[in-house]
T-cell receptor, first 113, second 113 residues
Framework: QKEVEQDPGPLSVPEGAIVSLNCTYS??????FMWYRQYSRKGPELLMY????GNKEDGRFTAQVDKSSKYISLFIRDSQPSDSATYLC?????????????FGTGTRLTIIP | GAGVSQSPSNKVTEKGKDVELRCDPI?????LYWYRQSLGQGLEFLIY????????KSGLPSDRFSAERTGGSVSTLTIQRTQQEDSAVYLC???????????FGDGTRLSIL
């Protein structure tokens, strides 16, 4: 079993819909949680960065972390064709622990105009 | 430049040759990371630098892989006696300090013939 599990999709939704992406993990030492967006032949681009449990909102994006359930989510509101990309969740133990990021396999998302 | 810069963007070489991949982090970032992204394995951690020291080399897959960082800035990842299984995209990331968000370059796409 991988440390971080993510549904690879593909996921197709119509423009304007709300998108829900999620990951589960097994390592209770993870403290920092991130979502990256990756376009084809480009590097991952940081979308959201959260510490511990709770919600964080940035424009059309909301990240949720539930450490008790070892479950994180990313919601995209009013989805646009430009949101079509692969979304990667990532997590780390952070300062004093392990700095490396452990990634999910990524979910390929297509927004249909 | 404003972002993490990697060179070359593409590299094709014959099995058995040595290759050097370069990463120029965001100016002022003290932490630097190397990852590898392949179809079968997803995005995997290779090595982490804090300044010129590498406190975590746990992801290097074999002794054919080595990396160094000089002047607290540029890093080079070297793969000796390349094998076909080394074919992947090699990504570099940097962060302002440990525990801070990691920002990625667009990677070097390495193909071993």
């Amino acid at each position: 079993q991988k440390e971080v599990e993510q549904d690879p999709g593909p996921l197709s939704v119509p423009e304007g819909a709300i998108v829900s992406l999620n990951c589960t993990y097994s390592n209770s030492a993870f403290q920092y949680f991130m979502w990256y967006r990756q376009y084809s032949r480009k590097g991952p681009e940081l979308l959201m960065y959260t510490y511990s449990s709770g919600n964080k909102e940035d424009g059309r994006f909301t990240a949720q972390v539930d450490k008790s359930s070892k479950y994180i989510s990313l919601f995209i509101r009013d989805s646009q064709p430009s949101d079509s990309a692969t979304y990667l969740c990532a997590m780390s133990e952070g300062i004093g622990g392990n700095e490396k990021l452990t990634f999910g396999t990524g979910t390929r998302l297509t927004i249909i105009p | 430049g404003a972002g993490v810069s990697q060179s070359p963007s593409n590299k094709v070489t014959e099995k058995g040759k040595d290759v050097e991949l370069r990463c120029d982090p965001i100016s002022g970032h003290t932490a630097l990371y190397w990852y590898r992204q392949s179809l079968g394995q997803g995005l995997e951690f290779l090595i982490y630098f804090q300044g010129n020291s590498a406190p975590d080399k746990s992801g290097l897959p074999s002794d054919r892989f080595s990396a160094e960082r000089t002047g607290g800035s540029v890093s080079t990842l070297t793969i000796q006696r390349t094998q076909q299984e080394d074919s992947a995209v090699y990504l570099c990331a940097s962060s302002l300090n440990q525990g801070q968000p990691q920002h990625f370059g667009d990677g070097t796409r390495l193909s071993i013939l």
